[in-house]
């Protein structure tokens, strides 16, 4: 079974230049979410989709980033324009859906973004 | 709000040295605890997990013990080895509101030597 993709996986642009990001979840994951690091500092939650609702998107930094998830499949995170300070990694994880329980989240390998 | 620290890295071993990295949290709630682990070039693993206080995670020689009382959660393993070189995270998740959101520290990167 494949794991979490996450595409391109090194991005470099200029700032005020526009960047999309794609994450496509484990098959069967309703559960699809995106973090962010900026060097050095921690792993920041930026939003929770369940399918193709935004069940949490309260980690976005600002209306410069958008994320969709059209279908409920893959989801693409848009940052227009791009700022220099939004240079890091970006990382998307799927989990399934459950009550009552933890879902493990699996995570893809990251798209490192560097906005010069 | 809820937040994890951990201790600074880096970390440098001997092979077959005994490690620890310490871990405490704040949080609403009775989280759970987590530690997840990046490979170089790969994505986050999840290592090891507790949900509630005195459960014990393990995997892999690894342990990190829920307590309650000290609100901690510190990763040990008793002989390392070169392929454990990798950058380890601390993380908790309330569950607030239907997001099982993780919340991360800022990482503590393990070198180990032969």
């Known amino acids: 079974e494949a794991g979490v993709t996450q595409f391109p996986s090194h991005s470099v642009i200029e700032k005020g230049q526009t960047v999309t990001l794609r994450c496509d979840p484990i098959?069967?994951?309703?559960?699809l979410y995106w973090y962010r690091r900026v060097m050095g500092k921690e792993i920041k939650f930026l939003l929770h989709?369940?399918?193709?609702?935004?069940?949490?998107e309260s980690g976005m930094p600002n209306n410069r980033f958008l994320a969709e998830r059209t279908g409920g499949t893959y989801s693409t995170l848009k940052v227009q324009p791009a700022e220099l300070e939004d240079s890091g990694v970006y990382f998307c994880?799927?989990?399934?859906?459950?009550?009552?329980?933890?879902?493990?989240?699996?995570f893809g390998p990251g798209t490192r973004l560097t906005v010069l | 709000g809820d937040s994890v620290t951990q201790m600074e890295g880096p970390v440098t071993l001997s092979e077959e040295a005994f490690l620890t990295i310490n871990c405490t949290y704040t949080?609403?709630?009775?989280?759970?605890l987590f530690w997840y682990v990046q490979y170089p070039g790969e994505g986050l693993q999840l290592l090891l997990k507790?949900?509630?206080?005195?459960d014990k995670g393990s995997n892999k020689g690894f342990e990190a013990t829920y307590r309650k009382e000290t609100t901690s959660f510190h990763l040990e393993k008793g002989s390392v080895q070169v392929s454990d070189s990798a950058v380890y995270f601390c993380?908790?998740?309330?569950?607030?509101?239907?997001?099982?959101?993780?919340?991360f520290g800022k990482g503590t990167k393990l070198t180990v030597n032969p």
């Open positions: 949080a609403t709630g009775y989280p759970s």
């Open positions: 989709f369940v399918k193709e609702s935004k069940q949490d």
């Open positions: 993380a908790l998740t309330s569950a607030q509101g239907g997001s099982e959101k993780l919340v």
């Open positions: 098959s069967g994951h309703d559960n």
């Open positions: 994880a799927s989990s399934q859906r459950g009550a009552g329980k933890y879902n493990e989240q699996f």
């Open positions: 507790a949900t509630k206080a005195d």
